[in-house]
């Protein structure tokens, strides 16, 4: 039977480990020949001359700027920013001379050590060799450098930092002359042609439909679609194919999960070991998929989800009124979730509340740069970033940006953040009810006061007849109103008299005889009220992001990034300094904004309103890249950039930069239109060539990273949870709401409901709706590489592991779900169903398609032969047994696990 995977290459294991022995012992023998001169410098290090900016520079400024150039303290009064700096030298004296190595201070202290101080920091051979060729070389440097020296602790970007692909704008580039019409297949096809490869076949339609059911829906094609596809002589039948999936709900579930994976979608707090479930973070989720299957424009999309309060002028003034009254203001609120998406832990009494904050604040941050902006921003919270051109200022402008939001001075918890909301049939209900609890509610007041009024003149029989009307006088004033005079007679001479109120009546009736009577005359009526007001449909809360009126606290840097030591004037809010549109935001009305929708005339900062513009305005370099790159990465397993989250330099480039740059381009060009751009790619012919292996282009391109056939991909955790469900028949695919809670089984082990299935069957739903805990992960799910949220998810690691062949194996929800399967087909054949009839119908299922003949002689054996296993273990229904038996082993196969 054919469960192993035929698209793997197969290295036997002894060339492995001989060849490891060969590169051990040949390695350092190289290293050393190299260093000694035997292959000539430009064999070792770098052909041709080295300058500083592209060769030397990023060395220094990894490890070496951080103390000689980039902090207020320079050490050694020694700044290795320019070359003209290294020649003048430090306290020492100069650090190079040019054209002598064995002269410059700056080898003496690497090579022997000395710099940097810690020893896991010190230089790589490699490096130190390259400095020392660079100055002997006569310490060349490409650029002019700049007629004014920096300053200490000035950051300082170079040419070639400025230079650097992701930070050019978008230049939409020609397409080239191919004889492919979809503009993918041009750029592609060019690029094989460079290699002297080419594309491989179109996949077979069964292939074809079970890749796109899966990309587009996380599920697979049914028997029926399959064979509706198959038969279909349409020439657009792919495309029909292609729209029908589009517009399925479930789109949206899939894709959604796709983003909430970078926002850090989570149903708890994070943080610490206590976790807080978050009850409120799950109309964030919807919105997230509501918007993926409206395809929503992801300019708008970004907008709202960065500033949705503030398109709507919401503060905590007004939120929960808005919300309640407007479903649009509501929508866009809830899109703020994504703001609140990051790990917080300010609300379990943390030991250091402070920190806390602070660390919700980084986290947000983190979020928001690495999922629109692939920017590893948050490493210069502390200092200048090492690698890429952003100084420690850049992180707290950003900071400045949600600040009005995240308030340090005047901290708000999770709860406290919540808007609390009914649809509009519930406020309806609502104020039905209280219509008729409301004439209850005022004969309980009226009754009650009554009861008051009769313990006030029993009280005052007490009091002398010259001091009672002065007495009377001084009660029926407002507390807050009364004289000294009066204070001192109700506090002092008459306390009784003093403590007598609607709250404290039921103290004084324990001392009449009619009191229990009394006392129940208006408590009756309270509780009636009470049991009606209990009846009132009970609020939704939203987890969302809004500022307080009136508060926009200060920003300052912190001091290597200790919040106790803030420094330098206030920061002005912005994004990025190495864009233009990293400037303040303006506040003033302009020409084309007159009417009054700035800034200055906004309720709220209106800082993070118009950053989100500067993002989507198209000018941009980083968001649509970023994008793209993102969807593509889902198409085909890996980014046209495969470092997802990081386009900075120490990222990887782009396999096809023009393609890149025209899909960016183009995205923008139809609106922001993800759908649009499904169309696009799934049309091509290279989404939909064969995964074959071909091992000409094998040798040329191992890793297909030019794209000669359509890459193998294992579905996701959530896929194969999904996936196992909708074949057992199983699948609760009613969508949104509250999440699945997860708890652990009777074995200990965390499952989705601890293992029991409830009667409306919310535990069989598909698994974006599960309960996402950040410390407790779903153990099948974990095994499959789910993400921890920390604080998000920019690329999954595909991992193959020996946990997820004992999950298949041994866990309750894949047997009981085999077990399901077993029979579905049984029902779905009948009685008269014959072994072949069960392995044809579970291959179609299961697989998409007919069992080969050497599959079926294995298989029909197979259950032969286990179903005699049980019988002779007097076990019950022992074909049906066999059949589950079956069913598993397929759910455990790389066809099912993964998608070609």
């Known amino acids: 039977m054919r469960f192993s995977p035929t698209y793997l290459p197969f ?19 190289i290293l050393r020949l190299c260093l000694l001169g035997v292959f000539g410098a430009s064999t070792f290090v770098c052909a041709g001359e080295l300058v500083y900016e592209t060769d030397i520079r990023p060395i220094l400024k990894t490890h070496c700027f951080h103390c000689h150039g980039e902090d207020r303290d320079l050490s050694g009064g020694l700044d290795l920013r320019l070359r003209r700096m290294m020649v003048s030298g430090g306290d020492s004296g100069p650090a190079i001379v040019p054209g002598d190595s064995e002269s410059s201070l700056l080898i003496d202290y690497v090579e022997s050590g000395m710099m940097p101080p810690k020893e896991e920091e010190h230089l790589p051979p490699e490096d130190v060799t390259r400095i020392r060729q660079w100055i002997d070389q006569g310490a060349k440097i490409r650029d002019l450098e700049p007629e004014e020296n920096p300053e200490p602790g000035e950051f300082l970007i170079s040419s070639v930092e400025r230079a650097h692909w992701a930070y050019q704008s978008i230049q939409r580039p020609d397409v080239p002359q191919s004889e492919y019409s979809n503009p993918i297949d041009a750029f592609v096809s060019r690029k094989l042609a460079e290699h002297q490869l080419e594309f491989s076949e179109i996949a077979d339609k069964v292939t074809l439909i079970r890749r796109v059911t899966f990309d587009l829906t996380g599920l697979v094609p049914t028997p029926e679609e399959v064979a509706n596809f198959v038969n279909d002589p349409a020439e657009d039948a792919y495309e029909q194919l292609l729209e029908r999936l589009l517009a399925s709900p479930h789109y949206g579930e899939r894709w959604g999960r796709h983003w909430l994976d970078a926002a850090g979608y989570a149903d708890s707090e994070g943080y610490n070991d206590k976790d807080i479930l978050r009850n409120d973070a799950w109309h964030y989720r919807d919105y997230v998929i509501n918007s993926f299957n409206a395809d929503k424009p992801w300019d708008e999309m970004i907008v709202e989800q960065i500033a949705g309060d503030e398109l709507v002028q919401a503060t905590s003034a007004n939120a929960v009124a808005l919300a309640n009254k407007d479903e649009s203001a509501r929508e866009k609120l809830i899109a703020t979730g994504y703001l609140r998406m990051a790990p917080d832990g300010t609300g379990s009494s943390p030991m250091d509340a402070n920190l806390a904050q602070n660390q919700t604040i980084t986290e947000t941050i983190k979020i928001v740069t690495s999922s629109l902006l692939a920017t590893t921003v948050a490493c210069a919270e502390c200092h200048h970033h090492r690698f890429d051109p952003i100084p420690q200022d850049d992180f707290y402008r950003l900071r400045a940006l949600f600040a009005p939001v995240y308030n340090t001075q005047k901290w708000l918890q999770p709860k406290s953040r919540q808007v609390a909301v009914l649809s509009a049939e519930d406020q309806q209900k609502a104020a039905e009810i209280e219509a008729e609890a409301k004439p209850i509610s005022d004969a309980y007041n009226k009754r009650l006061m009554e009861v008051v009024d009769l313990i006030f003149e029993r009280t005052m029989e007490s009091v002398p007849e010259a001091d009672q009307e002065v007495a009377r006088t001084a009660y029926q004033t407002v507390k807050a109103d009364r004289t000294p005079e009066q204070t001192a007679l109700l506090e002092e001479k008459y306390p009784m008299l003093g403590l007598l109120s609607r709250n404290t009546v039921h103290l004084f009736l324990e001392r009449y005889e009619d009191g229990p009577e009394l006392k129940k005359s208006y408590e009756d009526l309270s509780k009636k009220a009470n049991e009606i007001r209990a009846t009132k449909p009970q609020p939704d809360y939203l987890r969302v992001a809004y500022e307080v009126a009136g508060q926009v606290p200060e920003t300052f840097v912190f001091y290597r990034g200790d919040l106790n030591s803030p420094i330098g004037d206030p920061v002005t809010p912005g994004g990025l300094s190495l864009f233009k549109h990293g400037s303040k935001p303006t506040v003033q009305p302009t020409e084309a904004d007159p009417a009054g929708e700035s800034l200055s005339k906004l309720a709220t900062s209106g800082r993070r309103l118009e950053y989100a513009k500067s993002l989507v305005n198209g000018s941009h370099p980083l968001v649509s890249r970023v994008l793209v790159n993102r969807f593509w990465h889902h198409h085909f397993g890996r980014g046209i950039v495969d470092t997802t989250g990081d386009f900075g330099t120490q990222g990887n480039p782009p396999s096809h930069p023009e393609l890149l740059d025209w899909l960016a381009s183009e995205f923008m060009n139809q609106g922001w239109s993800l759908k649009q751009f ?89 698994t974006v709706y599960i309960q996402v805990r950040r410390t407790e992960p779903v153990a099948m799910l974990q095994a499959f590489d789910a993400p921890s949220m920390e604080p998000n998810c920019e690329r999954r690691v595909v991992s193959t592991v020996a946990t997820q062949s004992l999950a298949l194996l041994n866990s309750d929800f894949v047997l009981q779900q085999a077990e399901a399967f077993a029979k579905r087909i049984g029902k779905e054949l009948g009685e008269n169903g014959s072994p072949s009839d069960q392995v044809t119908a579970v291959w179609n299922h299961a697989y998409s398609r007919t069992p080969s003949p050497a599959e079926m002689e294995a298989a029909t054996a197979y259950l032969s032969s286990q179903a005699a296993h049980f019988e002779n273990q007097k076990q019950k229904q022992p074909d049906e047994l066999a059949l589950a038996s079956l069913c598993q082993i397929l759910f455990s196969s790389n066809e099912f696990l993964y998608l070609d």
Do not use: C
């Not at 290295?11 to 023998?29: H, K, S």
């Not at 896929?719 to 609760?732: E, M, T, W």
């Open 11 to 29: 290295i036997p294991f002894i060339e492995v480990v001989v060849a490891m022995q060969y590169l051990a012992f040949v390695r350092p023998v």
């Open 678 to 766: 499904h169309r696009l790619v799934m049309t091509s012919r290279t989404y939909r060539q064969s995964s074959k292996q071909r091992p000409t282009a094998m040798a040329v391109d191992a890793e297909n990273r030019y794209l000669w056939r359509m890459p193998v991909q294992r579905r996701e955790a959530e896929s194969i949870r999904d996936a196992i469900l909708f074949v057992s028949g199983q699948l609760n695919l009613e969508m949104y709401g509250p999440p699945v809670p997860v708890s652990t089984n009777a074995g200990g082990v965390l499952t989705v409901g601890g293992g029991k299935i409830s009667e409306d069957r919310r535990e069989l739903k598909r």
